[in-house]
């Protein structure tokens, strides 16, 4: 097939660590390539944010990278993207029209789906819809501090009865859009996935104290992380340390106010020699940070998905995660790892406690973890599970999947 990507602030060429460059990038660029490898053809659409950028750039073999001129050429905030969305959708109709028409076209969040829906009916071509965070929830946590546009939440609702199918990627989002009034029809449920090339057990790991039990958290330096309630559980847990990656660049941090309130926190904590603020780690050198760590303590508040508890555990380690959006779904609890309530650091450190102390736990939820990365979470098995929802929209017949044939 020819699949169409948009997604609208995050290109799949972006260095992760800038503005608004994250899971999306990441999850838009594995899925081309494991769809590209399963023979389709696939194009994704983005705003072009530089003049400097061509409009199409050759990602690798079947992918292409295509920059929509959408507003200033220049780096913006996904919040101040709205108003180019009817420009964006625009370019896309001539483009779809004129030059390359997909079977079908899949928008990665709300604003590529406002976009891919506009432009998609004008060319009688089908949409998928992945929203990667809901504004329901994202309200719901942040309250005033919320900066999403006024009307994130009703376009959501709308978008979720005008696409053609809604890609999940967790139970707990099937029931908030259940609650927005999504019929159950609409949704396929279809997680994320993990690069288990990448992120494998075996390899290099990052040089550490081998007597002291390394707790690892890879979070943005936001309060919604969780990454304060760690701190305020290491008491509980005697000689272990704390080692953050995430934030500002290392020699950044110092100058960080939120990396300053850590700091602060530890001391008052009484175990500021062992939490470690590593700062923004390239993402090639991920791997070895945690094959480094004898355990990966996600906390967020809440969380959509959560694309570091999978490397995580593709890597051979076992994960304390709160039981919060995708990570209930992604932590077997008791199997590949513990699931605890968020905001609750007196539980969280019993909890990390307990596993730092049991070295057959440990390794009994690594090998578990892997085998649920490879099995279940791996890329081409993704790919493969969405192509049916793809043709299924289309209206075209597809080979067999590699799964089916096995």
């Given at each position: 097939?020819?699949?169409?990507?948009?997604?609208?602030?995050?290109?799949?060429?972006?260095?992760?660590?800038?503005?608004?460059?994250?899971?999306?990038?990441?999850?838009?660029?594995?899925?081309?390539?494991?769809?590209?490898?399963?023979?389709?053809?696939?194009?994704?659409?983005?705003?072009?944010?530089?003049?400097?950028?061509?409009?199409?750039?050759?990602?690798?073999?079947?992918?292409?990278?295509?920059?929509?001129?959408?507003?200033?050429?220049?780096?913006?905030?996904?919040?101040?993207?709205?108003?180019?969305?009817?420009?964006?959708?625009e370019?896309?109709?001539?483009?779809?029209?004129?030059?390359w028409?997909?079977?079908?076209?899949?928008?990665?969040?709300?604003?590529?789906?406002?976009?891919?829906?506009?432009?998609?009916?004008r060319?009688?071509?089908?949409?998928?819809?992945?929203?990667?965070?809901?504004?329901?929830?994202?309200?719901?946590?942040?309250?005033?501090?919320?900066?999403?546009?006024?009307?994130?939440?009703?376009?959501?609702?709308?978008?979720?009865?005008?696409?053609?199918?809604?890609?999940?990627?967790?139970?707990?989002?099937?029931?908030?859009?259940?609650?927005?009034?999504?019929?159950?029809?609409?949704?396929?449920?279809?997680?994320?996935?993990?690069?288990?090339?990448?992120?494998?057990?075996?390899?290099?790991?990052?040089?550490?104290?081998?007597r002291?039990?390394?707790?690892?958290?890879?979070?943005?330096?936001?309060?919604?992380?969780?990454?304060?309630?760690?701190?305020?559980?290491?008491?509980?847990?005697?000689?272990?340390?704390?080692?953050?990656?995430?934030?500002?660049?290392?020699?950044?941090?110092?100058?960080?106010?939120?990396?300053?309130?850590?700091?602060?926190?530890?001391?008052?904590?009484?175990?500021?020699?062992?939490?470690?603020?590593?700062?923004a780690?390239?993402s090639?050198?991920?791997?070895?940070?945690?094959?480094?760590?004898?355990?990966?303590?996600?906390?967020?508040?809440?969380?959509?998905?959560?694309?570091?508890?999978?490397?995580?555990?593709?890597?051979?380690?076992?994960?304390?995660?709160?039981?919060?959006?995708?990570?209930?779904?992604?932590?077997?609890?008791?199997v590949?790892?513990?699931?605890?309530?968020?905001?609750?650091?007196?539980?969280?450190?019993?909890?990390?406690?307990?596993?730092?102390?049991?070295?057959?736990?440990?390794?009994?939820?690594?090998?578990?973890?892997?085998?649920?990365?490879l099995?279940?979470?791996?890329?081409?098995?993704?790919?493969?599970?969405?192509?049916?929802?793809?043709?299924?929209?289309?209206?075209?017949?597809?080979?067999?999947?590699?799964?089916?044939?096995?």
């Amino acid at each position: 097939m020819r699949i169409a990507m948009i997604s609208e602030h995050a290109s799949p060429l972006a260095a992760l660590g800038g503005i608004d460059a994250g899971g999306q990038n990441t999850h838009v660029a594995e899925l081309a390539g494991a769809l590209a490898a399963a023979g389709h053809e696939v194009r994704v659409y983005t705003r072009r944010d530089s003049p400097d950028l061509p409009t199409v750039m050759p990602m690798a073999e079947r992918i292409d990278v295509v920059h929509v001129p959408a507003g200033p050429a220049q780096v913006l905030g996904k919040d101040e993207l709205l108003p180019f969305m009817g420009a964006f959708a625009e370019w896309l109709a001539e483009s779809w029209r004129t030059e390359w028409r997909p079977d079908v076209a899949h928008a990665h969040f709300w604003m590529s789906g406002l976009a891919a829906v506009t432009a998609g009916r004008r060319c009688d071509v089908p949409v998928v819809q992945t929203f990667h965070a809901l504004g329901s929830v994202k309200r719901r946590h942040q309250g005033s501090a919320d900066t999403s546009p006024p009307r994130r939440i009703a376009y959501e609702r709308e978008l979720g009865r005008a696409v053609d199918r809604v890609i999940v990627q967790c139970q707990d989002e099937v029931h908030e859009l259940l609650r927005l009034g999504v019929p159950r029809s609409q949704m396929a449920l279809v997680p994320s996935g993990v690069n288990v090339e990448r992120f494998s057990p075996d390899g290099p790991a990052v040089a550490r104290e081998p007597r002291r039990t390394r707790i690892l958290t890879v979070a943005r330096l936001v309060e919604r992380k969780g990454v304060e309630d760690l701190v305020r559980a290491l008491p509980a847990v005697p000689g272990a340390e704390l080692v953050v990656v995430g934030g500002p660049p290392a020699r950044e941090l110092a100058d960080d106010p939120y990396a300053r309130k850590l700091t602060r926190l530890a001391e008052a904590c009484g175990v500021a020699g062992r939490v470690v603020l590593a700062g923004a780690v390239p993402s090639h050198e991920m791997p070895r940070w945690y094959r480094s760590a004898d355990m990966l303590a996600a906390t967020p508040w809440y969380e959509p998905f959560g694309l570091t508890v999978l490397e995580a555990m593709a890597c051979g380690v076992p994960v304390v995660a709160t039981s919060v959006g995708g990570l209930a779904d992604t932590v077997v609890d008791g199997v590949t790892g513990d699931l605890v309530p968020p905001r609750d650091p007196h539980r969280l450190g019993l909890v990390l406690r307990r596993l730092a102390s049991d070295e057959v736990r440990r390794l009994s939820y690594a090998a578990a973890a892997v085998d649920r990365a490879l099995h279940t979470y791996a890329w081409p098995r993704i790919a493969d599970r969405l192509a049916p929802v793809y043709a299924g929209v289309a209206g075209v017949a597809t080979e067999p999947t590699r799964e089916a044939v096995a």
